[in-house]
């Protein structure tokens, strides 16, 4: 179980620095609409979020707390230091997407749904569960990569919104 927590941290490390990011340009993906449509979600609850696109990044957090989180390492040990790091609370949930210049590798186009989208990394953290979809946007040498983080008594109709809601980009 220590092993997969590494492997998480390992993938979110890839996922943060991977590639050059690319502009957002994007005419077919607007993260202004994207955002609109993300807070809809939420339904009543939506004016305790917060969502902020800055370039080619939005960011997105509802019920959202701090955590002083120990790193684990391949060798099953954990780090003294603690870092903090902003996450959802067991009811919460954090959103980070950014369109990315394309450099997909192929072993993590593995397809979840009929809608075409690819989860790189499936993963558990110690306070939250997190879920990463990599698409290819067509016709564009660019990827979007969503990062959805919730805690375990999350609102399970939100999420399938959500879920719905990232199969359908293109």
Avoid at 19 to 46: C, H, R
Avoid at 137 to 143: A, D
């Amino acid at each position: 179980m220590k092993m997969h927590y590494s492997i998480c941290f390992v993938g979110f490390l890839l996922v943060s620095f991977m590639g050059v990011q690319a502009q957002a340009e994007n005419e077919d993906l607007s993260l202004e609409s994207l955002k609109t449509e993300i807070l809809t979600a939420f339904g009543d609850e939506a004016g305790k979020a917060s969502a902020v696109v800055a370039g080619n990044e939005l960011k997105v957090g509802y019920r959202t707390r701090r955590f002083l989180v120990h790193n684990g390492s391949k060798t099953g040990e954990w780090s003294e230091k603690a870092r903090e790091v902003v996450g959802p609370s067991s009811r919460g949930i954090t959103i980070r997407i950014f369109i990315q210049a394309a450099s997909l590798p192929s072993a993590w186009r593995r397809p979840v749904n009929d809608s075409g989208a690819t989860v790189g990394f499936k993963g558990r953290a110690p306070y939250w569960q997190t879920l990463t979809w990599v698409m290819p946007l067509e016709g564009k040498e660019q990827n979007v990569w969503i990062n959805l983080a919730h805690g375990g008594q999350t609102d399970s109709e939100v999420l399938e919104k959500l879920k719905v809601l990232f199969g359908q980009i293109r």
